[in-house]
């Protein structure tokens, strides 16, 4: 199985380095998928990196295992490659990887190479032009456009002569002025007849992107529509690239973990980065608006000093109270932020969801209400005005945090913000704050 | 472009169902995409969902459309169909993706339809013996299996013959016994020439899976093989199936939807469920988690009294100090659990991970410790006293919610447990209370 192959060279490779046994390491190797290559590359220190990518002789799998590393070991070992290997190195890469590459590089490194690369350097060079994270900066412009008239013997022929576009399980069909007008799959190709003609057997006005589409939406087409690849088309409709279905799982994972990081208030850049004082500054600026709402907290706390004087007791129940608060709050904004990015909360739905959201936080605020008015009663706090003040502070705590988790992530999107930026910081700061003030007064009425 | 029809669909035809204008709306559904047409079901009323579905005449659009729709939805239209309209419903769509329609059905329900389908029942319900959320549940029983010692021409009239199987850009090579031995892309097999042999033109070996191997799994190494299709064999090395791209896509938004939703405390049912008292239940295990550790909080608080009796500000300072834990405590968290979820953290890189983790919280927990000091010393609360208590309080929250949200996850993950649960509940209950302890017991002896 090659799965367990991964494994064994991920056992294997670094012993052999640490041992330098280097016609070994080089066999072993030789046996493997770029794919797992380039998981243990990740994982090695930059020497021994190095000294391993240098035993790959195939110009080809080079480019494969490159392609596959995370940005930060490629980062190390293209700064160290004179220009005119690089340049050697991403001609044997698809253009979209290459372009991807090129993007991670200082701009005068990239322009380098790119002169080094020739006339597959200016193609490329047209690829780096459209905006990151929209289709253009992700399609591969490898890919069969033929014309409509041509049979299917002669469309297989040309597909002979193609051998290396990327991702060709489409024929596309473009008319005189390059515009998309069709397309086939490989395997509709060949169960037609040889003698007819594209133009009649071909699905018409295909599903395509155009090159400014954000990635997202590319993705979620592809999803929704079961593609292995869209067609990119420009502003007249010419065909211009394909976006592949492995381009799209990356897009696809990278949203997931930026939406999931996002909501802790980190970024994707701190699982994989490695300074300490990097990883901090990453974190900073979600912990310092809390630590504010925090020194916020302190502030109206302290208005409500003299209850604390009348019954300190008041001061026990603040953690659960806020905690309750929060906790509700998150997973009523959780439930939005990802019914809007599935896209199964759209503007006809959306009244009924958020009603669907705060009537059960309702119901559940009054069952936890009931609860800690009991258990503050049996505990003999001050009863009757104690249990009672607690019992309406979790009751106003945890209807109100409720409130700012389903609305706050539906507003941010409204005005075209991240709803998963809500959801994290925001949520938690403003139902702590909203929690201290409506607890703190409750308490201070009756008490 | 078809996205726009896909609006044009959802904007007219719930209107055309409200004016009864039943022939424009079925010549509407006729030029729509099956994907288009479930997703605007999915939000009609129960009765005009099931009066458009009927409109729909094609056998085999009514199975896209579907297979398409959400589970609600669907068990709703089929609880209405006669047993004999299922079937034949079911006998239009993909094997797996029947399998999956039938899962959800009730036991006997199900039994009624497999028997109403016939023989191809019979091979379904060999699908249904999977377990869920394994390659066998998942993978669809169509698929080219040639043998390796014919030639490329007869290879590719076979596949001419093979007019059924889903996702066939692959064909795969067994022996006389059904083993696995090869695999060639259709595009591969169309650029050989023809009286090549098919043992001479595979590749061998081909990555695979079992059929027990967990759905995510698959979906890992589709994705970092770049896959369209993997295939899947049984305990004798025998092809029985094979997981196409589109499911893995499918596998992989599910799975990250229920980590997010996990974290929360909540399930994907969540999102689509429609009754407030279902919606209540599915969230109280995790509150109800919370709630204890938040009444183990007073219970620990309470024992601290006499530090609020010297000093009522140190109340003022709880939810900032448990508030910054938790927060920390989460971030934490959610890189671990996103690093393994991806495969970046492995056991030789989780040392260093953690360390890395603890140290940036160190150096956070040093930085907000100085400034709540300040803050405290600033308002005149008991200097020095209370600033240093409220100072050490923060350092030895975040640190120690820190370490549990870096080591939790890793724990659960260690014991075979999810480790999104652990970042989830877990890791705020007991942050806040390690918080308390701590806290309590700094201003106790200092104040």
Same mark, same amino acid.
Request: hydrophobic fraction near 45%; proline fraction near 5%; charged fraction near 20%.
């Given at each position: 199985m090659r799965e367990l192959r991964g494994s064994v060279l991920q056992a294997s490779l670094p012993r052999l380095v640490r041992r330098g046994a280097w016609g070994h390491a080089r066999r072993l190797l030789e046996k493997s998928h770029p794919a797992d290559i380039a998981q243990v590359l990740d994982r090695l220190t930059e020497a021994d990196c190095k000294a391993v990518f240098d035993l790959i002789r195939s110009g080809e799998i080079?480019?494969?295992?490159?392609? @596959?590393?995370?940005?930060?070991?490629?980062?190390?070992?293209?700064?160290?490659?004179?220009?005119?290997?690089?340049?050697?190195?991403?001609?044997?890469?698809?253009?979209?990887?290459?372009?991807?590459?090129?993007?991670?590089?200082?701009?005068?490194?990239?322009?380098?190479?790119?002169?080094? @690369?020739?006339?597959e350097g200016e193609e490329l060079g047209q690829l780096l032009e459209y905006p990151e994270s929209t289709a253009?900066?992700?399609?591969?412009?490898?890919?069969?456009?033929?014309?409509?008239?041509?049979?299917?013997?002669?469309?297989?022929?040309?597909?002979?002569?193609?051998?290396?576009?990327?991702?060709?399980?489409?024929?596309?069909?473009?008319?005189?002025?390059?515009?998309?007008?069709?397309?086939?799959?490989?395997?509709?190709?060949?169960?037609?007849?040889?003698?007819?003609?594209?133009?009649?057997? @071909?699905?018409?006005?295909?599903?395509?992107?155009?090159?400014?589409?954000?990635?997202?939406?590319?993705?979620?087409?592809?999803?929704?529509?079961?593609?292995?690849?869209?067609?990119?088309?420009?502003?007249?409709?010419?065909?211009?690239?394909?976006?592949?279905?492995?381009?799209?799982?990356?897009?696809?994972?990278?949203?997931?973990t930026e939406d999931l990081l996002k909501l802790a208030g980190t970024t994707v850049e701190e699982v994989t980065s490695p300074g300490l004082l990097r990883g901090a500054w990453i974190r900073i600026p979600w912990l310092v608006a809390s630590f504010v709402g925090g020194l916020t907290g302190i502030f109206l706390l302290d208005r409500f000093e003299g209850v604390f004087y009348q019954a300190v007791q008041v001061a026990f129940f603040l953690p659960i109270i806020l905690g309750m608060g929060g906790n509700v709050g998150s997973q009523c904004a959780m439930v939005v932020v990802r019914g809007l990015a599935t896209g199964q909360l759209d503007p006809s739905s959306i009244g009924r969801a958020v009603l669907h959201q705060i009537g059960t936080s309702v119901?559940?605020?009054?069952?936890?209400?009931?609860?800690?008015?009991?258990?503050?009663?049996?505990?003999?706090?001050?009863?009757?005005?104690?249990?009672?003040?607690?019992?309406?502070?979790?009751?106003?705590?945890?209807?109100?945090?409720?409130?700012?988790g389903t609305l706050l992530p539906i507003l941010f999107s409204r005005v075209g913000a991240d709803p998963a930026i809500a959801s994290g910081p925001f949520v938690t700061t403003s139902s702590d704050l909203m929690g201290i003030l409506t607890f703190g007064s409750i308490a201070g009425m009756l008490i």
């Amino acid at each position: 199985m090659r799965e367990l192959r991964g494994s064994v060279l991920q056992a294997s490779l670094p012993r052999l380095v640490r041992r330098g046994a280097w016609g070994h390491a080089r066999r072993l190797l030789e046996k493997s998928h770029p794919a797992d290559i380039a998981q243990v590359l990740d994982r090695l220190t930059e020497a021994d990196c190095k000294a391993v990518f240098d035993l790959i002789r195939s110009g080809e799998i080079r480019a494969a295992v490159l392609a @596959m590393l995370e940005s930060e070991t490629r980062a190390r070992l293209l700064s160290d490659l004179p220009t005119s290997d690089a340049a050697e190195i991403l001609r044997h890469m698809p253009q979209d990887d290459a372009a991807q590459v090129l993007r991670e590089l200082p701009d005068e490194v990239a322009d380098d190479v790119l002169t080094h @690369m020739g006339e597959e350097g200016e193609e490329l060079g047209q690829l780096l032009e459209y905006p990151e994270s929209t289709a253009g900066a992700i399609m591969s412009p490898t890919y069969i456009a033929l014309p409509a008239g041509i049979g299917v013997q002669e469309a297989i022929e040309r597909v002979r002569r193609h051998s290396d576009a990327e991702g060709s399980f489409y024929v596309y069909v473009v008319d005189d002025h390059g515009a998309l007008v069709g397309v086939l799959s490989l395997r509709q190709l060949i169960l037609q007849p040889p003698d007819k003609r594209l133009q009649d057997c @071909m699905v018409t006005n295909p599903i395509r992107v155009t090159t400014d589409t954000d990635q997202e939406e590319v993705a979620g087409i592809v999803a929704r529509y079961d593609l292995l690849a869209v067609p990119v088309v420009n502003a007249s409709n010419q065909l211009v690239g394909i976006v592949t279905v492995d381009d799209v799982i990356d897009v696809l994972r990278e949203e997931a973990t930026e939406d999931l990081l996002k909501l802790a208030g980190t970024t994707v850049e701190e699982v994989t980065s490695p300074g300490l004082l990097r990883g901090a500054w990453i974190r900073i600026p979600w912990l310092v608006a809390s630590f504010v709402g925090g020194l916020t907290g302190i502030f109206l706390l302290d208005r409500f000093e003299g209850v604390f004087y009348q019954a300190v007791q008041v001061a026990f129940f603040l953690p659960i109270i806020l905690g309750m608060g929060g906790n509700v709050g998150s997973q009523c904004a959780m439930v939005v932020v990802r019914g809007l990015a599935t896209g199964q909360l759209d503007p006809s739905s959306i009244g009924r969801a958020v009603l669907h959201q705060i009537g059960t936080s309702v119901l559940l605020a009054s069952l936890f209400a009931l609860a800690l008015a009991g258990w503050a009663t049996w505990l003999g706090y001050g009863a009757p005005r104690l249990p009672l003040a607690v019992g309406l502070g979790i009751f106003a705590s945890m209807t109100t945090a409720a409130t700012i988790g389903t609305l706050l992530p539906i507003l941010f999107s409204r005005v075209g913000a991240d709803p998963a930026i809500a959801s994290g910081p925001f949520v938690t700061t403003s139902s702590d704050l909203m929690g201290i003030l409506t607890f703190g007064s409750i308490a201070g009425m009756l008490i």
